[in-house]
Structure formats: structure tokens, C-alpha cells
């Protein structure tokens, strides 16, 4: 571990990157498939709707009444 002013810089190997970057993928992906229940504006009936969509604001599509909104936090 190198220190400079204020600061500390760690320094991986090669496998220890790659170890790093295969847990965030499989976070990420895990969240993509991740579904929540979410109630539909229109209709207020609740579906199944992917957790990525809904917390990028992303338009999500009610199955009962095929309507078109966005969840809001």
C-alpha cells in the first residue's frame, strides 16, 4: 500500500481485479432479474416489475390493463 498526502492507493493483482469485477457483475445481474411488486396507477392492481426499471424511472407496463407508467419514489 502506497500513501500519499491524504490519500491511500491500494494496488491489486491481476486476479484480485477480476475476482473484484465478477461479484459486482453477478450483483448486477442479480438486480436485473430481481422483481418487485408494484402497484399500478390505473387499475390499482399490483404485477411483478423488475427492480432496474423501477429505480432507474424507467416506463413499466401494467399486465391487467396494459397501461403505461412510471413508478415514482
Not at 38 to 44: F, G, H, S
Amino acid at each position: 500500500m502506497l500513501k500519499k498526502p491524504g490519500r491511500f492507493v491500494v494496488h491489486h493483482s491481476h486476479y484480485e481485479r477480476e475476482k473484484i469485477m465478477s461479484y459486482l457483475t453477478a450483483i448486477m445481474a442479480f438486480l436485473k432479474k430481481s422483481e418487485a411488486r408494484t402497484k399500478c396507477p390505473v387499475c390499482n392492481k399490483y404485477s411483478s416489475q423488475s427492480v432496474s426499471k423501477r429505480s432507474h424511472g424507467q416506463t413499466m407496463l401494467c399486465p391487467y390493463c396494459k397501461s403505461l407508467f412510471i413508478k415514482e419514489k
